[in-house]
């Protein structure tokens, strides 16, 4: 894998799983939502487009897309492989680390086996 | 009714619903490109057509209804539920692409694909074993 590869990967799995951690902290912001009625439902999108968080995670996310959308263009789609399956990996230890969630043995060992399973979806 | 029962109820619920609406959206974008037809030049006037081509048809419309309901289920969901648990169990979505690609798109699902995803089902029942909340409240 040239360096170019190494980077846009790193890019596209970063930035995807960062703007997801700002939208998790947008949404812990906004608090749990109780109350399923599509007036409560607009209420609360209405506060979570009031924070920062959330435009920072939409940004990170459209970054993501648009590397990934890059990278297709000269790469082939085998790329996207190591994209979706480190993600799950990447995902829990920003979980863990920045937004403080407590993983448990029996949590990582599901995260391991999600991440070997999209492994074999992507190239079965 | 517990705390924690409550919370495994409606967090399963809404991971549900993105499975099904992420699943679906991608499947209904896919036929509808099919239709569209592959992009066979760069050339401005074949992107306009190719584009137009894409914003007329239905299949791509209810693709993308699909995903912005998935998109408000995974914003609801982590209003209280960990990304570190959200995220790996909407990994079920790849369950509903496989059999809604085999039933709606009459795609062949190689073996291997099918183990993988028995291979992330397991994981999600793991992950969906563990407490969806584990950060305090505000």
Redesign the interface.
Same mark, same amino acid.
């Given at each position: 894998m040239i360096a170019r590869d190494a980077i846009s990967l790193a890019v596209i799995i970063l930035a995807g799983t960062g703007g *997801? &951690?700002a939208?998790?902290r947008t949404?812990?912001q906004?608090? *749990?939502?109780k109350t399923?009625y599509p007036h409560h439902?607009l209420r609360?999108?209405g506060r979570?487009f009031r924070i920062g968080w959330m435009w920072l995670g939409l940004a990170l996310m459209t970054i993501s897309f648009f590397s990934l959308l890059m990278v297709l263009s000269w790469e082939n789609v085998t790329l996207v492989v190591p994209v979706t399956a480190l993600?799950?990996v990447i995902?829990?230890f920003?979980?863990?680390f920045l !937004?403080? *969630?407590?993983? *448990?043995m029996?949590?990582w060992?599901?995260?391991? &086996?999600?991440?070997?399973?999209? !492994?074999?979806?992507?190239?079965? | 009714m517990s705390f924690r029962h409550r919370l495994h109820g409606k967090t399963i619920f809404l991971i549900a619903l993105m499975a099904v609406f992420g699943a679906l959206g991608d499947v209904l974008l896919r036929k509808g490109m099919e239709q569209v037809g592959a992009v066979s030049s760069l050339h401005p006037a074949a992107l306009l057509s190719t584009f137009e081509r894409t914003f007329r048809s239905g299949p791509i419309w209810l693709g993308i209804s699909s995903l912005l309901l998935f998109f408000l289920a995974y914003l609801l969901v982590l209003s209280w539920a960990d990304y570190s648990y959200v995220q790996p169990a909407s990994a079920t979505g790849y369950l509903f692409v496989a059999v809604l690609g085999y039933l709606l798109l009459g795609e062949v699902v190689p073996r291997m694909r099918w183990v993988g995803v028995l291979v992330i089902c397991l994981g999600v029942l793991l992950v969906g074993g563990t407490p969806p909340r584990t950060t305090e409240e505000g």
């Amino acid at each position: 894998m040239i360096a170019r590869d190494a980077i846009s990967l790193a890019v596209i799995i970063l930035a995807g799983t960062g703007g *997801e &951690l700002a939208v998790t902290r947008t949404m812990k912001q906004v608090g *749990e939502v109780k109350t399923f009625y599509p007036h409560h439902l607009l209420r609360v999108i209405g506060r979570a487009f009031r924070i920062g968080w959330m435009w920072l995670g939409l940004a990170l996310m459209t970054i993501s897309f648009f590397s990934l959308l890059m990278v297709l263009s000269w790469e082939n789609v085998t790329l996207v492989v190591p994209v979706t399956a480190l993600s799950y990996v990447i995902g829990a230890f920003g979980g863990k680390f920045l !937004l403080g *969630e407590h993983i *448990e043995m029996r949590r990582w060992l599901g995260v391991v &086996l999600v991440c070997l399973g999209v !492994l074999l979806v992507c190239i079965g | 009714m517990s705390f924690r029962h409550r919370l495994h109820g409606k967090t399963i619920f809404l991971i549900a619903l993105m499975a099904v609406f992420g699943a679906l959206g991608d499947v209904l974008l896919r036929k509808g490109m099919e239709q569209v037809g592959a992009v066979s030049s760069l050339h401005p006037a074949a992107l306009l057509s190719t584009f137009e081509r894409t914003f007329r048809s239905g299949p791509i419309w209810l693709g993308i209804s699909s995903l912005l309901l998935f998109f408000l289920a995974y914003l609801l969901v982590l209003s209280w539920a960990d990304y570190s648990y959200v995220q790996p169990a909407s990994a079920t979505g790849y369950l509903f692409v496989a059999v809604l690609g085999y039933l709606l798109l009459g795609e062949v699902v190689p073996r291997m694909r099918w183990v993988g995803v028995l291979v992330i089902c397991l994981g999600v029942l793991l992950v969906g074993g563990t407490p969806p909340r584990t950060t305090e409240e505000g």
